[in-house]
């Protein structure tokens, strides 16, 4: 099984037996570690509403407007989940690492 099917069952559990408080609708970050031991850091814009939208980064990396981003989404309902696998794997920031972490 590749990563991104693995992370994305991973979260979905994670999500399901962390509750967030509702007065807690702050961004944070979470630490989770996928069944390889790969520690990912995952940016979490806290919402209301009931559906999650998870974000992984693009090859450039992190940019200013992800967080306005993030917080709009949050703002209508859907929480959002954003992660840098690249970061998490250590891997430089290339066409190729992008096209690597589907062969996992």
Not at 4 to 12: K, S
Request: hydrophobic share 50%; proline share 8%; net charge negative.
């Amino acid at each position: 099984m590749s990563v991104l099917p693995r992370l994305c069952l991973l979260l979905c559990l994670f999500v399901l037996s962390t509750p967030v408080p509702a007065d807690t609708l702050e961004p944070h970050t979470v630490t989770v570690t996928d069944p390889a031991g790969v520690e990912l850091d995952v940016t979490v814009y806290p919402a209301a509403g009931d559906r999650i939208f998870l974000w992984l980064l693009p090859q450039a990396g992190v940019h200013a407007n992800h967080a306005v981003f993030g917080r709009e989404l949050a703002a209508m309902g859907i929480e959002v989940w954003q992660i840098d696998l690249l970061h998490a794997h250590f891997l430089p920031r290339t066409n190729e690492s992008m096209r690597s972490l589907g062969k996992h």
